[in-house]
């Protein structure tokens, strides 16, 4: 089975980045992910094959959060409502 995923768009309001922490971000996002979804029965409860849009569940990080915590939790925020 292949899994596509985009992500068009993660907005990140209040939290202690800059724009050099991104790829960093984004590379704990996809790696999480990929972890998630890889996992044997990852998408036996999966709700849908085809969702447009996700809106995750809170992520709540603290202020010493650096860009790889904040991309893994973002991605079990997203995975978890996916994955149902």
Do not use: C, Y
């Not at 972890?35 to 010493?64: C, I, K, Q, Y």
């Amino acid at each position: 089975m292949k899994i596509h995923v985009r992500i068009e768009q993660i907005v990140l309001d209040g939290v202690p980045l800059s724009w050099v922490d991104a790829p960093a971000v984004r590379l704990a996002v996809q790696r999480e992910l990929t972890s998630m979804f890889s996992e044997p029965g990852a998408t036996a409860s999966w709700r849908s094959a085809n969702v447009a849009r996700v809106d995750g569940s809170p992520v709540h990080l603290s202020r010493t959060s650096g860009p790889r915590a904040i991309g893994r939790n973002i991605a079990r925020s997203v995975g978890g409502v996916v994955k149902g």
